[in-house]
């Protein structure tokens, strides 16, 4: 360890002053410590300590304060935490989290931990916390909040103000940049910015100045629909509704762009062979072990499969030995060649530049690529076989393969995505263990279907 | 093309309407037709025109309709439709859009063509931008946005309201929670909250009513040290100023998940290959395929570097031509077990789960998982083996080198991203060409030497 290391402004391993403090049981020195840690530096600690130093930790603190220091910690690892504090522990820290936060980790734990929460809670929370339970985390009810300002439209700006100034503490955190207006049975009927209250007379009320007929979405809307919303209309916050109409909830832009980077991380995540969620170093082994093979055992036998063509070769290889070298490159090459072409066309799905059905058009563009990247790398290959065996038909056979199999897995490559969006098969999960093992086969079978042509000639 | 596929509200091939309209040359159709449009339609529609239809179009609409379109166009594709452009169209158009888009679409362009659209703009404008594009993209200075609304402190609350209200319009898109109070030096000593001004005395000077020193981040403060603050303070705004403490633009946390969330789709794409920024097939043939190239020839340099390990061993493999089988099997399979590792490293180091310098701990944490994994994945090649050839040996050698090469691949995918982190390269790019060619060599070794072992009994 270097003398730069040493010099941090912050405690090199916060874990171990957390252990020694929570041995105290003193829960001020507790929060003084957390306190001056940052919101990274928190998450950290508590994911080092053992469970029961977990749970310690968070009964210490009173509900407010370890629902801010959740706040920190990603969802996955809260919900393993709250799954081991008492139901009753468990509900009051809930109750003081925002609402989206609360959905996010409870849709994270088991149902039955759930249901032993929510009966904790006081019922009109728990029915407002279960309904936001009930929309898909990535339709508008799963992303909405429900800290916001609504009044009856026969308020007047006076009363309103009123109310704004005596709660001005527990609006703090509201975003408050509009006020909804409702009519007597909760429908939405009207918006205002909160600023419009600095222009209007007193007396008036909300119903003579508000925005009449709002833009909303309705709660059932879909992570897409809702990305179009936000792209079309530059809000800083869209009320959700449901099917009657009523004011449910509002969705923040930053709501959005949240899910989105969820997906684009979690797709990314599948693509690397992590699935089935996050993982993180401070969970078991077993169940990171398992997660991982569980996409491994796949594999395995998808290569066996591939394998199994250079087993009907077997002949053609022990004539020319020398191409058991070039089988695992052009394997591997092909491999990130059709990779290339996947990760541009889930980019452009993603960003809706293409659509799942222009086949087409996508294999026009990957088929001439694969022919030029195709020829320059044959012949890098060509050129390095023949030098070093000296025989220009290993070069011509590795070379020609090679080429041919570039332009079969960047063709490949680029309309996979495509093909699965439309079989509705999840493009980062399937794709490249599909590519692989079509690119693998077509591969064998280019440099040994080849190389018996020629075998005569390569001994 | 099945019914569901035609029955869509909106127009199939957007871009062939646009040609149309183009042709005729009519600017009110073709405003109309764009409002029928969402923007990833428009998006979409604008990438499939040629470059001339391009220009054309653009040079149709009057410059803040444009930068409306612009908004949605991806920044890469932006910046070469720009540059088709004369640099006064340009200039017109960068000059309505927004502070933060104006620095991403040129930080994109060519440097001259940089200039030629500055030297059309206002001095007083182009200085502004050019002091934005002086700032890294990934620093304070490089995220900010100069729509904010900052008054001398000496102002009273009956000034700004009329200034507000004189200003509604041009204030429309401005985020406006908050007002910044600054003196006479431009530096910045206060803010309020816009709703602040609705319980003050008119008479009132803001210096008054202000809360002074404020929290502020410095220009030059990067993209992490950001999020931090964002992390550690619910703001919906923070002041950006100069060393001199001059007031110099506004971040809003918008800002910092926008860039985050490019940093991590930036990852993904170096990660699989895709280097030197995004690529879209509306790119040229020559520039995509060169981009490509330049990392897939790196690659095949190191793919032959492996693959030189099965040539010193050619006599074993001529012994046992059967081990060609599993040499890409072996290779492919530790190639995705260390990728695995390598992305869960590559997120902890991102949400900061682990240190750059914990190598240890994670080397503990990986080789487990690399002996649960390899032993199972082992076990299963070597029944395959087993059953295939009947020979136990080739069983015990094949299935001995899978699990070895797999420990070896799943601890160093997981030490990779923190080594390479610490070195300052880019894991994304680095971590994977490094661990298949490291794996590769380890895989093709460990079976044939342990065949070497045992060659008399492969036979």
């Not at 009523?246 to 969705?251: D, H, M, T």
């Not at 030995?321 to 452009?348: H, K, T, Y």
């Amino acid at each position: 360890m270097n003398e730069d290391d040493r010099i941090t402004i912050h405690p090199e391993k916060p874990w171990e002053i957390l252990q020694d403090i929570l041995k105290t049981g003193n829960s001020e020195q507790l929060k003084t410590f957390l306190d001056s840690l940052t919101q990274i530096e928190t998450a950290l600690a508590i994911s080092r300590l053992e469970v029961e130093e977990q749970t310690a930790l968070f009964s210490m603190l009173d509900p407010s304060y370890a629902a801010d220091v959740f706040e920190g910690v990603p969802e996955e690892q809260a919900a393993d935490i709250m799954e081991e504090l008492t139901p009753t522990q468990a509900a009051a820290i809930i109750d003081e989290m925002e609402s989206d936060h609360q959905a996010d980790i409870l849709a994270e734990m088991d149902d039955e931990d759930v249901e032993a929460i929510l009966s904790e809670m006081e019922p009109d929370d728990a029915e407002e916390t279960r309904a936001m339970l009930s929309y898909p985390p990535d339709s508008a009810g799963g992303v909405m909040i429900n800290e916001y300002l609504a009044y009856p439209q026969d308020m007047t700006i006076t009363e309103v103000l009123e109310d704004l100034h005596q709660n001005r503490e527990s609006y703090v955190d509201y975003q408050v940049q509009y006020i909804y207006c409702i009519d007597g049975s909760e429908r939405l009927t009207g918006v205002l910015r909160i600023h419009d209250l600095l222009f209007a007379a007193k007396s008036a009320k909300l119903r003579d100045i508000m925005i009449r007929n709002p833009l909303h979405v309705l709660a059932t809307e879909r992570l897409e629909q809702l990305q179009d919303f936000f792209d079309e209309h530059e809000l800083v916050g869209v009320p959700v509704t449901d099917e009657e109409e009523r004011l449910v909830g509002v969705i923040l832009p930053q709501a959005i762009e949240e899910a989105v980077e969820k997906r684009t991380v979690s797709q990314f995540l599948d693509f690397t062979g992590i699935v089935g969620g996050e993982e993180f170093r401070s969970m078991s082994l077993w169940n990171r072990s398992g997660r991982r093979l569980s996409w491994l055992s796949i594999n395995i036998i998808l290569n066996i499969i591939a394998a199994s063509v250079i087993v009907y070769y077997q002949e053609t290889l022990a004539g020319a030995i020398a191409l058991a070298v070039f089988l695992p490159i052009i394997s591997d090459m092909c491999g990130c060649s059709g990779n290339q072409a996947v990760a541009v066309s889930m980019r452009e799905l993603t960003l809706g530049l293409v659509r799942p059905r222009e086949v087409w058009r996508v294999l026009g563009k990957e088929i001439s690529i694969g022919l030029v990247n195709g020829l320059a790398l044959g012949l890098l290959l060509a050129v390095v076989a023949m030098l070093w065996k000296g025989n220009y038909f290993l070069g011509l056979v590795v070379g020609a393969a090679l080429m041919a199999n570039t332009i079969v897995s960047v063709s490949l490559g680029g309309i996979l995505p495509l093909v699965l969006k439309r079989l509705k098969l999840d493009p980062a999960l399937v794709a490249s263990p599909v590519l692989t093992t079509v690119t693998d086969m077509c591969g064998f079978f280019f440099v040994l279907s080849f190389a018996t042509l020629v075998l005569a000639k390569l001994g």
